[in-house]
C-alpha cells in the first residue's frame, strides 16, 4: 500500500516562506510523476506543480517565480519552496503521486495571514 506522508504546513504572514515535503513509500513501482495540488475554501482541487522523474517541472502560472519544485528519486521525495506568499495562497496542499495509479496524500494547511 501507498503512502505519503506531508509535513512543511502552517501559518506564515504575507510575503514569507514555507517548505513543504512529502515522503512516498509502500508498493510502488516507479514513480513517474511527483507533485503538488491544493484546495482552497469553496474552491475545486488545482494543480500547484508537479516533477517528472527526468527533473521536467510544470508550475501553475499562480505560482511561477514564487514557488520551486523539487524531488529526490532515491528518496522518493518531493519538496515544494513557497516564497513571497500570498494570501490567496492559503489552502489544503495534497501531495500527489503518479505510480501505476494515482496516489494522494492526507493534506497539508497552509495558511497566509497576518
Known amino acids: 500500500q501507498v503512502q505519503l506522508v506531508e509535513s512543511g504546513g502552517g501559518l506564515v504572514q504575507p510575503g514569507g516562506s514555507l517548505r513543504l515535503s512529502c515522503a512516498a513509500s509502500?508498493?510502488?513501482?516507479?514513480?513517474?510523476?511527483m507533485g503538488w495540488y491544493r484546495q482552497a475554501p469553496g474552491k475545486e482541487r488545482e494543480l500547484v506543480a508537479t516533477?517528472?522523474?527526468?527533473?521536467?517541472?510544470n508550475y501553475a502560472d499562480s505560482v511561477k517565480g514564487r514557488f520551486t519544485i523539487s524531488r529526490d528519486n532515491a528518496k522518493n521525495t518531493v519538496t515544494l519552496q513557497m516564497n513571497s506568499l500570498k494570501y490567496e495562497d492559503t489552502a489544503v496542499y495534497y501531495c500527489?503521486?503518479?505510480?501505476?495509479?494515482?496516489?494522494w496524500g492526507k493534506g497539508t494547511l497552509v495558511t497566509v495571514s497576518l
Open positions: 500527489y503521486v503518479k505510480s501505476r495509479g494515482d496516489y
Open positions: 509502500g508498493g510502488m513501482f516507479m514513480i513517474n510523476v
Open positions: 516533477i517528472t522523474s527526468g527533473g521536467s517541472t
